[in-house]
Each structure stands twice: as structure tokens, then as C-alpha cells.
């Protein structure tokens, strides 16, 4: 295997994901407002594809590499979650605004929207290393996704023997990202800040990931016997991250519809694990 050409591969299936996250962006050219009932149902199938890809897909390749009990794959999904328990609670103490939000439309991307209409470098910079932390579970899984490339069994692309998970997480996280491009963009056009800067700041957010997903890909590739606790680790990460703050602002999103976006959001939690479910087993 063209070790370069792997690298080069990874780097470029994260900076899809990125890319992906201004897709959230792109509504608002031809619309003003997007619908709570959309808005929530756009969280639901976000939820339920990064669900399937973690149960279905990171849990399931985990458990395949492990022999007798399950030790270290649980430890990777227990230190997942606390990671992102941890991170997002130093996180939270971080002010990079200097100033109060209001609550309306609030998501928890660590994006502060008027940083971005100022475009100071110093808070951009800020925000870019706390975007870092916490878009790191996002790369450390498409990362991990990678880690049996060049292996028997993969999809043949580009010379490389890819992966069907490596795919099937890319194409997940690509679909994760777009509400959060959209949560962030909601607050800047409520500023009135142009439509492709709002693009660019549902990208920026998202920025970190391609590295983190070089990172992790070197690290399970190095130490193939850590790969289930690496496997471990995304999927318990990207499992809280749904539950935590993806349900949240789903139900946030749908609080003024009719049975409060419960509906919506099942609909949309069904309908992502309709289409991951059929891919993840073939």
C-alpha cells in the first residue's frame, strides 16, 4: 500500500465532512427561514444515521477483532464519552465573545456568531483551537474508519483497497455535519452576514476534522492492536454526541410544533437508520 497516497486519502475523506458542514448553509439561498419542522427532522436523520454507523458499523467491526470478552472495546467507549463529557465542560468555560447570548437558536458548536461577523483574527484563532476539541470525536471516527485500508475485503478506488466502513462513515459524518452548518448559520443570518460567509463559517467550524482523521488513522495503523479500542472510542463519542446534543436541539427546534417535534424527530431517526442499515450490511 502507497503509504502517501493512504495519508493523502484519509486527509481528503475528512475534508469532505468539512466541506459538508456548508452544505447547512446553502438553504438560505433560497429561502429565509427554514422550518421548524425540517430543522428538526434534518437532527432526526442525522441521529439516526450516526447511530446505525456506530452501533452497526464501529461496534460491530470492534467486536469482530475481539476474542472472549469485550474488555477493550468497552474501555474505548467508556473513555469516548468522557472525553467528550470532559472537553465540552472546559469548553463551556471558555469566552470568547465577552458578551451574553441570547438563547434563541442557541446550539452548542463554540462557534460565537458575532467573533465570525467581526472576523477578528485573535478570536477566529481562539475559536479554531476550541473547535479542535471539540470536532475531534468527529475525525478520530472517520479516522478509525480507515484503519484496515489496503486489506482484503475493501472497495478498490483510486489503486487503494478502501474500506465499505470507511465510506459508509465518511458519507455519516458528511450528513452529521449539514444541521450543525445549518445551526450556525441561523444566528448569522440573523445578523445579516452574507450568504457565502455563512458557508464559510459552517466550513471553518468544522476544520479541525480532516487533521484529527489523519491522526487517528496513523495512530490505529501503528498500534493495530488498539484498533477495537479505537473503534470503541468513536462510536461511544459520536453515540453521547447524538444523545446529548442532537436530540437536545432537535426538541429545541420543534418545542412550538404540534407534540413538540417528538414525531419529527422519530420520523427522521427512522428514515437515517433506514439508509445506513442496507449499506452497512452489504
Known amino acids: 500500500m502507497n503509504v502517501f497516497a ?10 469532505i465532512t468539512c466541506l459538508a458542514t456548508g452544505l447547512g448553509a446553502l438553504p438560505f439561498f433560497v429561502v429565509d427561514d427554514v422550518s421548524e419542522r ?20 464501529l461496534l460491530r467491526e470492534g467486536l469482530a477483532l475481539t476474542t472472549g470478552l469485550p474488555t477493550v472495546l468497552a474501555v474505548g467507549v467508556v473513555v469516548g464519552v468522557a ?21 434563541e437558536h442557541e446550539h452548542d458548536t463554540h462557534l460565537d456568531p458575532e ?9 477566529l484563532a481562539l475559536i479554531l483551537g476550541i473547535l479542535t476539541v471539540h470536532s475531534f470525536p468527529e475525525g478520530v471516527a472517520i479516522g478509525v ?15 487503494l483497497s478502501v474500506p465499505l466502513l470507511a465510506l459508509v462513515m465518511t458519507v455519516a459524518i458528511s450528513v452529521h ?3 450543525e452548518g445549518l445551526a450556525i448559520s441561523i444566528p448569522l443570518k440573523a445578523m445579516a452576514v ?28 501503528w498500534a ?34 404540534d407534540g413538540h417535534g417528538y414525531r419529527e424527530l422519530v420520523l427522521g431517526v427512522v428514515a437515517g437508520f433506514a439508509v445506513m442499515i442496507p449499506l452497512l450490511f452489504v
Open 6 to 15: 493512504a495519508y493523502a486519502f484519509v486527509f481528503v475523506a475528512g475534508l
Open 38 to 57: 425540517w430543522t428538526v427532522a434534518l437532527w432526526g436523520l442525522a441521529s439516526g444515521i450516526m447511530l446505525a454507523a456506530s452501533g452497526f458499523g
Open 83 to 103: 472525553l467528550v463529557i470532559v472537553a465540552n465542560a472546559v469548553l463551556d468555560r471558555v469566552d470568547v465573545g465577552g458578551h451574553e447570548h441570547s438563547d
Open 115 to 123: 467573533a465570525v461577523a467581526e472576523g477578528d483574527p485573535k478570536k
Open 145 to 159: 474508519s480507515f484503519a484496515e485500508m489496503g486489506l482484503q475485503g475493501g472497495i478498490s478506488l483510486f489503486g
Open 177 to 179: 455535519n449539514i444541521p
Open 194 to 221: 452574507s450568504k457565502w460567509r455563512m458557508v464559510g463559517a459552517a466550513v471553518f467550524s468544522s476544520l479541525p476534522q480532516p487533521i484529527g482523521a489523519v491522526i487517528a488513522f496513523a495512530f490505529v495503523t
Open 224 to 257: 493495530y492492536d488498539f484498533l477495537p479500542f479505537g473503534y470503541g472510542f468513536a462510536a461511544g463519542a459520536m453515540v453521547y454526541l447524538v444523545l446529548s446534543e442532537f436530540v437536545p436541539e432537535a426538541l429545541e427546534a420543534g418545542r412550538d410544533l
